[in-house]
C-alpha cells in the first residue's frame, strides 16, 4: 500500500492564481481531511469527508474549496491565493471518525505552499 | 481560540530519562485525546490515544495521562531515546467529527 500521497510536494503561487492539491489514498478509508500547518498554530482542520459525495466545513474552510467523487481521492482547491494561505498542507484519512472513537488517522507527506 | 494548547515549545532531555509533555484543553465536550509525533518533512504519525472514560493508557515507553477535573493530559516516554526527538502534537476530538491539535512540543533527546 502506498498510503496517503500528496501531490505536489512543493509549489509557489503568484497572489490572485487558482490551484488543486491532490490527495488519495489506498486503503479504502472513509474519513479524508485536509490541515494546515502555521508556525506556533499546529495543525488546523479546513475540510473534511466522512465518505465519497459528502463533504463538510473544518475549523478554517475559508478560500478553499473540496470535493470527494471517489473513496480515494480528496482534492483541495484554492480558488484565488493569498499570502495568507502560505503554510504546509497535510492530508489525512482514517477508516471512520462515529463520535467518540476517532480511528487512528494516516497523515500524508504534505504539501508546501508559497504564496508571493 | 486555541482550544488545545501545548504551552512548552521545546523540551530537552537526556537520554535514559523520562520525557514528559503536557497539553491543556478548554473544550469540556471533547471525549477523545491523541497524540502524534512528526519528523522533519514528514506527515505526522499516531503515537497513542486515551477514551475520556479512562485516566491512563500505557503502550510500551509510552504512557497518556488524563486529569478531566483540570482538562489536562500529560505523555509520558520511559526511558526517552534519541529516536524520540520529534515534534510531539496532541489533538483532542469530540462527536462532531471535528479535531483540534495544539502547537507541538519540540522533543529533544540527548544521548
Known amino acids: 500500500n502506498a498510503g496517503v500521497t500528496q501531490t505536489p510536494k512543493f509549489q509557489v503561487l503568484k497572489t490572485g492564481q487558482s490551484m488543486t492539491l491532490q490527495c488519495a489514498q489506498d486503503?479504502?478509508?472513509?474519513?479524508m481531511s485536509w490541515y494546515r500547518q502555521d508556525p506556533g498554530m499546529g495543525l488546523r482542520l479546513i475540510h473534511y469527508?466522512?465518505?465519497?459525495?459528502?463533504?463538510d466545513q473544518g475549523e478554517v474552510p475559508n478560500g478553499y474549496n473540496v470535493s470527494r467523487s471517489t473513496t480515494e481521492d480528496f482534492p483541495l482547491r484554492l480558488l484565488s491565493a493569498a499570502p495568507s494561505q502560505t503554510s504546509v498542507y497535510f492530508c489525512a484519512s482514517s477508516y471512520s471518525f462515529s463520535g467518540s472513537k476517532q480511528e487512528t488517522q494516516y497523515f500524508g507527506p504534505g504539501t508546501r505552499l508559497l504564496v508571493l | 481560540d486555541q482550544q488545545v494548547k501545548q504551552n512548552s515549545p521545546s523540551l530537552s532531555v537526556q537520554e535514559g530519562r523520562i520525557s514528559i509533555l503536557n497539553c491543556d484543553y478548554t473544550n469540556s465536550m471533547f471525549d477523545y485525546f491523541l497524540w502524534y509525533k512528526k519528523y522533519p518533512a514528514e506527515g505526522p504519525t499516531f503515537l497513542i490515544s486515551i477514551s475520556s472514560i479512562k485516566d491512563k493508557n500505557e503502550d510500551g515507553r509510552f504512557t497518556v495521562f488524563l486529569n478531566k477535573s483540570a482538562k489536562h493530559l500529560s505523555l509520558h516516554i520511559v526511558p526517552s531515546q534519541p529516536g524520540d526527538s520529534a515534534v510531539y502534537f496532541c489533538a483532542a476530538s469530540a462527536q462532531n467529527n471535528d479535531m483540534r491539535f495544539g502547537a507541538g512540543t519540540r522533543l529533544t533527546v540527548k544521548p
Open positions: 469527508s466522512v465518505g465519497a459525495g459528502i463533504t
Open positions: 486503503m479504502n478509508h472513509e474519513y
